[in-house]
């Protein structure tokens, strides 16, 4: 029989953090964080045929026990998703057979109210977790996206209506099927299908201050900017199509290669980036057509592609452009990425002998408003030396753990001090020490939106302190891909923790209730421990912690998920306390 | 337009009759299969056409020729999740099999569209159910499971693989079910997880970041919340006769250190719960194993493949291991081959029309050492290792083919790779190499007996330059004259070589 084994560490102390562990038998299809303002947080599994509620609380004391229990069993398909209504509390909703939509409160013994019915839903098998209910207009009102077969279908609650939904727009999204069917038989194989639906963009695009929505099909772009009322439209504002931008391109045969620069190829390239690069309160578009860079103004109606307020025109390979505020004027400025040429010959050579490659990143200053320099106003140039790839290839497998480590053990930020800012950042070690770093991003405000050409830069500027040029060293670029939380670490880097508490690993099955908690300690008191019980070093699965208010006291906690090995599952809950 | 050309004669080898068939879209995939019974491979084309996927069917002539437009063609309906071809009814020649959530259908080329001709045979939840709208697979689900010289087909669902045979006069219409394969869920799909079955085991170790989606988390995400990832997936077992009764075994699981088998009795009936034969193999756990019966004695060779050190200049090895009179895999391996390359292809193929499969490899080099711009180069060979009998394999390359491509001339990178090996162009009894220069140039290159061996003959047989880059090289037995055709894949046509017959046989 499977099982999923969920150990628990909480402490509610107010001046304690400590470890506490339960298990809780499985298996479980997903798991969502409850909000109850007034009864304490829980949080729902998805388990074969049933939704469990437990509550953070009763875990922590160890009872594991199951407070609310909704029966879903002989339903082909169950999608659901849990979100928040205008006072803060959280319900389950629910899409199952024939496009039925019902809302479960999660409390002991009441029953799914059936809200609304879709016969159009088109869903796949299973029991899965689908983003589908959400105050998208942020009226107060809980909407719907639901799959139909032509497209998203979006439905817009109505507070106190007598319809509870109006429809909405049917827009196109970016479906993507993957079949795979065996072609031969004298080996063990898989059929399977895979079924993917891009999410999309909400958010304030066209200076209202209602979010809008921009979704992505393919090569087309739908921007749905809703009215003074917040109303979204029922069709696209404006749409895009880059398909129809790049069959304008000049032509590349598919079956030939340019073998003197393989980097030609970006020719071809189309792209676009949407954002008020003014910052007059619409959104502006910036699109890149081969080596053509044109921006187009955005107004309150939406962007007039007619006439480009500028167009730029590059030589080289460009691998990007983008806009960011270089010179901190607070107008976002244009740039544009080049790399030098990159014959076949040279690819080759590098893969037995090493070599270097250049990066250039030009910046067009904002001199008015979406009037951009036409003129580099900075350069910057990164080149990359590298040793012959098949010793990076040995290289990357002596230290993959190392890597692996580096790219998926990223601190997280939040408010955990309760000051009402998400400045503090938390970060669990590889010695199983959670740190927290109070305020650390009080001086640089955290990009809610991680833009990766902007992480970039700003690591350039760091490094080169002040220099237009340097030079790096191929494994170190592993250091400079722009992660999300990445300038998290940058921030803490160097810095001794606020405060760590060590996270013994609960072992399978049993209460680990190894309090091993310190107050406000230096970075040698948890962290500093290398011994082997505490080290990591004996599972694959490595830990990954989420930000969650798990005791409704409206400060972040931290709650770390890890395996327990087999099919079993740790969960861990810190909770924060005020300084 | 029907083109009769002779390729360029360079010894006695026989006339092919040219057809070149141009689509208004991508050619997704090609066969070529006998569709209407008439002793001549006919064409079976799958394009993209504007947002349709279509079928297109191409009737051989009886001089080898093909028509420009199709026999008989059909835009796909949406739901439609794959294709095959299959003898569904009791009419010469094959139907078209179409498979969606529904059922499994089929469809007659003697009748245009789908009105009075489409007939749902199968009743059935097929899995998966999911049509790609950019493509539509070919469904390879078919076998003569219990020996009785007829293919069943096998349909899967999302919990068993059905057997249906097709109608016989006495069945009446419509295929009937004749049993199911042993099979299970897979279970090293993280994304299989919360099905309702209970049947499917579940691992979490991949999907800790499903959890509590939405909230901020210490593994980076790239793109805004998804709004949807949903896979599913089941396994199929190897279907091969191990116990040599004549009969297929279902094979779920095998390694380098046992084999699980399902036997099967009669009448497709199978034990319940699958046997465990052990071996002792001494093969590492990356190994990628295959069952091969390279001796053609129907029973199944243990081939072995597999690769040792880091970088571009690896052993490469393949070894063979062969069944005892106990039935199980000798410790002691049959045969072993072992080449340092960047890259090696291995696969098997009877070159010789011997009854014995050969080994071929397709090794790409990347020279190291080299510190010179001028110098760099890659460097391809193609090397067989006749098969002996017995699963033994030849000690040495019973012939190589060696080319060095500078990088200046890899312009055609797809057609520089070119080296096929899977057609009698001369109608000897031994295949031919087939390859294309780095300037487009096609060449035929004959393969002669050596005493026991073989050689590459000094002289090419035939050269052919293809209007448009090619894209794929199929050998195929089209005109069943003993001389091999040639179907070359360009993007958006096919030119079909057929032979009149001519050659050495």
């Keep these: ?579 | 337009m029907l083109v009769v050309g002779l390729l360029a004669a360079t010894l006695a080898e026989p006339e092919f009759v040219e057809s070149r068939l141009e689509f208004p879209g991508r050619v997704l995939s090609y066969e070529c299969p006998d569709i209407n019974d008439d002793s001549r491979g006919d064409l079976f084309v799958v394009t993209r056409e504007d947002e349709d996927r279509v079928l297109n069917y191409f009737a051989a002539a009886a001089d080898g020729s093909f028509p420009d437009a199709p026999t008989w063609r059909l835009a796909l309906p949406a739901d439609v999740v794959a294709y095959g071809l299959f003898e569904a009814r009791p009419d010469p020649g094959l139907e078209i099999l179409l498979f969606s959530a529904r059922g499994v259908y089929s469809l007659s080329t003697t009748k245009a569209g789908l009105k009075d001709n489409l007939v749902r045979e199968i009743e059935i939840a097929v899995f998966p159910g999911l049509a790609d709208p950019d493509m539509v697979p070919r469904w390879s689900l078919a076998k003569d499971l219990d020996g009785d010289g007829v293919d069943e087909l096998l349909v899967t669902t999302k919990y068993e693989i059905a057997v249906h045979r097709a109608p016989r006069p006495q069945d009446g219409k419509g295929f009937v079910r004749i049993g199911t394969i042993p099979a299970r869920p897979d279970d090293e799909s993280p994304r299989a997880r919360g099905r309702f079955d209970r049947r499917a085991e579940i691992r979490i170790e991949t999907s800790l970041l499903d959890l509590f989606r939405g909230s901020t988390s210490s593994v980076p995400r790239f793109e805004q919340l998804r709004y949807l990832e949903h896979s599913q997936a089941m396994r199929v077992p190897a279907l091969v006769d191990w116990n040599g009764d004549g009969r297929v075994d279902a094979i779920p699981k095998f390694d380098a250190a046992a084999i699980e088998v399902f036997e099967q009795h009669e009448n497709l009936t199978f034990d319940a719960t699958p046997k465990k034969v052990e071996f002792a193999i001494d093969e590492s756990d990356d190994a990628r194993i295959q069952l091969l019966d390279l001796d053609g004695d129907g029973r199944s060779e243990l081939f072995v493949e597999r690769e040792d050190g880091d970088g571009l200049s690896r052993d490469h090895v393949v070894t063979v291991f062969a069944r005892g009179a106990d039935g199980l895999f000798a410790k002691d391996a049959r045969a072993r081959v072992k080449l340092n390359a960047s890259d090696v292809d291995w696969s098997v193929l009877d070159v010789d029309h011997d009854g014995r499969v050969d080994l071929v490899a397709r090794v790409v080099d990347l020279p190291l050492g080299i510190t010179d711009l001028a110098a760099v180069r890659l460097e391809m060979k193609l090397l067989v290792f006749r098969g002996q009998g017995g699963g033994e394999l030849s000690r040495k390359p019973d012939f190589a083919f060696e080319r060095s491509l500078k990088p200046e001339q890899m312009e055609r990178i797809r057609e520089s790779f070119v080296l096929d090996l899977g057609g009698d162009f001369d109608g000897d009894g031994i295949n031919d190499l087939l390859s294309m220069q780095a300037d487009g140039l096609l060449e035929i290159t004959a393969v002669e007996r050596d005493g026991n061996g073989l050689r590459l003959a000094a002289k090419t047989l035939t050269r052919h330059r293809p209007a448009n880059p090619v894209r794929g090289t199929l050998p195929a037995e089209l005109s069943h004259d003993g001389v091999s055709d040639l179907v070359l894949r360009h993007e958006k046509a096919l030119t079909v070589f057929v032979s009149r017959g001519g050659g050495q046989r």
């Excluded at chain 1, 939509?101 to 796949?124: H, N, T, Y």
């Excluded at chain 1, 030609?264 to 189309?270: A, D, G, I, N």
């Excluded at chain 1, 901190?328 to 076949?344: H, Q, T």
């Design chain 1, 1 to 579: 029989m499977n099982a999923w084994i969920v150990a628990l560490l909480v402490s509610f102390a107010a001046d304690e953090q400590a470890a506490r562990s339960v298990v809780i038998e499985g298996p479980l299809s997903g798991a969502q964080h409850l909000t109850r303002p007034g009864e304490g947080s829980a949080f729902v599994c998805a388990r074969p045929g049933r939704f469990d509620v437990i509550a953070w609380s009763t875990l922590a004391r160890g009872e594991s026990s199951v407070e609310a229990s909704l029966a879903v069993d002989g339903k082909r398909a169950v999608a659901w998703w849990v979100t928040e209504d205008a006072s803060g509390a959280s319900s389950l909703w629910m899409i199952s057979d024939g496009g039925v939509i019902e809302m479960w409160s999660g409390r002991p013994g009441a029953d799914a109210v059936r809200v609304f019915q879709d016969a159009a839903v088109r869903l796949p098998d299973g029991c899965f977790d689908l983003p589908f209910a959400r105050d998208l207009d942020r009226d107060g009102a809980v909407d719907l996206v639901v799959p139909h077969a032509d497209g998203l279908q979006l439905w817009m609650g109505v507070a106190g209506g007598a319809e509870p939904f109006r429809r909405g727009p049917l827009v196109r999204q970016n479906v993507n099927v993957s079949l795979d069917l065996p072609d031969r038989l004298d080996r063990p194989t898989t059929v399977s299908e895979r079924l993917t639906i891009a999410g999309f963009e909400i958010a304030d695009q066209n200076g209202d201050g209602h979010p809008d929505l921009a979704f992505k099909d393919g090569d087309l772009v739908q921007f749905f900017w809703s009215d003074r009322d917040g109303r979204l439209p029922e069709s696209p504002s404006f749409e895009l199509d880059l398909e129809q931008i790049r069959a304008n391109l000049p032509k590349e045969s598919g079956d030939l290669l340019d073998t003197s620069n393989l980097l030609k190829l970006l020719e071809s390239q189309v792209s676009h980036v949407a954002s008020d690069f003014d910052r007059d309160g619409h959104t502006d578009l910036l699109l890149r057509q081969g080596q053509k860079v044109s921006i187009y103004r955005g107004g309150e109606s939406g962007i007039d592609r007619e006439k480009a307020a500028q167009v730029l025109k590059t030589s080289g390979n460009l691998i990007a452009a983008f806009a960011l505020d270089d010179n901190g004027d607070g107008k976002d400025d244009l740039c544009m990425l080049r790399v030098e040429d990159v014959s076949l010959g040279q690819l080759l050579l590098w893969i037995v002998a090493g070599g270097s490659l250049s990066f250039d990143l030009f910046a067009y200053w904002q001199d008015e408003p979406l009037r951009f320099a036409r003129k580099p106003s900075a350069q910057r140039t990164l080149t990359v030396d590298f040793p012959s790839i098949i010793s990076i290839a040995k290289q990357i497998e002596q230290d993959r753990d190392q890597l692996v480590n580096g790219f998926l053990r990223m601190p997280v930020s939040g408010d955990f001090d309760g000051d009402g800012i998400a400045d503090d950042v938390a970060r669990l070690t590889t010695t199983r020490a959670l740190e927290w770093y109070q305020d650390a991003g009080r001086d640089t405000a955290f990009e809610r939106r991680f833009a990766p050409w902007s992480a970039v830069v700003r690591r350039f500027d760091r490094e080169a302190r002040g220099a237009r040029q340097m030079t790096i060293e191929l494994t170190r670029l592993i250091d400079w891909a722009p992660l999300p939380g990445r300038d998290l670490a940058a921030f803490i880097d160097g810095k001794a923790p606020s405060r760590s508490v060590s996270v013994p690993r609960a072992a399978n099955g049993r209460d680990a209730r190894d309090d091993s908690a310190s107050g406000a300690n230096g970075p040698g008191d948890a962290s500093g421990r290398g011994d082997s019980e505490g080290a990591e070093n004996d599972d694959d699965s490595l830990p990954v912690v989420f930000v969650l208010d798990v005791d409704g006291d409206r400060i972040d906690d931290v709650v770390i998920a890890e395996s327990g090995g087999g099919t079993s599952l740790i969960l861990t809950a810190v909770p924060s306390r005020k300084p």
